[in-house]
């Protein structure tokens, strides 16, 4: 009698083991993080002379986003010019028009949003809504999975031939550098081959890309790496530019600015709960929040022309 009690509790403390050492495995590997997962249906992968693996949106396209926790079906509109925009702007500015040309990443792109939900485009409506005495046009480079060094080289190809009055840069991740993580990420996905799990594949095999590089290269190099990225811009851009640096995430980075004179940070809080989807990019409560408290700032620090 004795022997069978102890063969259950046995029994019982491995199954309570399993159980806890799996709840802990969950949710380590569905961490919610804000990975944008990205289509390779919905990419060109082309490059650039100094950039191997640089992607851009498809031009001209519709771009469905299905995932099982969304409760809709958002559609990104793909512009001629590979834009997430509802309309394609002109390449000369037509008078009397301010032009804002936002960078960032997949919070810039409006990631799990429709369109016209985005940040850059409800700043678009608040501004010729609000501000009556200019027209605006706010145009949106950001693109999901993008670091610093692809939002500079976005720009160069797409941005500056639109000749923006003011750049609005939201600084999201701290440490990733694209080009340096691609080798990583690649060995990853051959060792770890998941068809049936491709997203969660992707996601895991990011954080061990990321953990790689800060490994080999060290944080001190990564943010001295990022810091040449960010100046590159000046190259290309001689107008004034805010920084939304999002919850602090970029302070090493912002410390070496090569000409701080053009630039303001606008350290923004973004942690509160109920303006964030389950994977951490902002839901469309959360972007009208943005859209809101950047034309505030704007205006407030009289950055633009609005009366």
Not at 17 to 45: E, R
Not at 167 to 191: A, G, S
């Amino acid at each position: 009698m004795k022997t069978k009690n102890i063969i259950m509790v046995i029994i019982l403390q491995s199954a309570l083991i399993f159980f806890l050492g799996f709840k802990i495995f969950q949710q380590i590997f569905n961490k919610k993080i804000s990975i944008a997962y990205i289509d390779k249906n919905s990419i060109n992968v082309k490059g650039t002379q100094s950039l191997k693996y640089f992607y851009e949106p498809k031009p001209n396209s519709i771009q469905e986003v299905r995932k099982d926790w969304l409760s809709s079906v958002p559609k990104y509109t793909i512009n001629n010019d590979t834009l997430n925009e509802r309309i394609n702007y002109q390449i000369e500015k037509p008078k009397n028009v301010f032009r804002i040309i936002t960078l960032g990443d997949s919070f810039t792109f409006g990631e799990n949003v429709n369109t016209k939900d985005n940040y850059p485009e409800l700043l678009e409506d608040r501004l010729n809504t609000q501000c009556l005495n200019t027209a605006f046009e706010v145009i949106n480079l950001g693109v999901y999975g993008y670091d610093i060094q692809y939002e500079v080289e976005r720009y160069k190809i797409r941005g500056q031939k639109y000749h923006p009055d003011l750049i609005l840069w939201m600084l999201v991740d701290d440490r990733r550098i694209n080009e340096l993580m691609r080798e990583f990420y690649n060995n990853c996905t051959k060792n770890n081959p998941n068809p049936t799990l491709e997203k969660q594949t992707s996601h895991y095999c990011f954080r061990t890309a990321l953990d790689e590089l800060e490994r080999k290269k060290g944080i001190k190099t990564i943010y001295q790496i990022l810091r040449q990225e960010f100046n590159r811009i000046f190259d290309f851009y001689n107008k004034n530019i805010v920084v939304i640096n999002l919850n602090n995430s970029h302070q090493e980075i912002l410390k070496n600015i090569s000409k701080p004179k053009q630039v303001d940070i606008f350290s923004y809080d973004f942690t509160d709960k109920k303006y964030r989807l389950l994977d951490g990019h902002p839901n469309q409560a959360g972007h009208q929040k943005i859209a809101e408290d950047v034309f505030n700032y704007l205006t407030k620090n009289k950055l633009i022309p609005c009366n």
